[in-house]
Nanobody, 116 residues
């Protein structure tokens, strides 16, 4: 079955960096887009970044453009989110996402807290 496992979250000061990792299994990783979403309590889950299987330009939320970079390692079935110049408003639970065979799959989430 499809499984997504995030790691790499933590506490970081404003201006700092983190790299999130999502390890995927149970589907043909190279055939599907992968995404990162985030959610804070009381708000809807929002798309942060998405990368496509065909090499097209990734999509980013306006709030993270120029600071975050999504990438994928095809042979490792892994997608990354490099987050630089982090801001307190980036604090959230970050989820890895895959839409496989018309179903949405999510990881368990990894917490990112940006605070001094």
């Amino acid at each position: 079955q499809v499984q997504l496992a995030e790691s790499g979250g933590g506490l970081v000061q404003p201006g700092g960096s983190l790299r999130l990792t999502c390890e995927a299994s149970g589907f043909t990783f190279s055939s599907y887009a992968m995404g990162w979403f985030r959610q804070v309590p009381g708000k809807e889950r929002e798309l942060v970044a998405r990368i496509f299987f065909n090499g097209g330009s990734p999509n980013y939320a306006d709030s993270v453009k120029g600071r975050f970079t999504i990438s994928r390692h095809r042979t490792k079935n892994t997608v990354y989110l490099q987050m630089n110049n982090l801001k307190p408003e980036d604090t959230a639970l970050y989820y890895c996402h895959a839409h496989v065979l018309q179903r949405d799959f999510w990881g368990q989430g990894t917490q990112v807290t940006v605070s001094s």
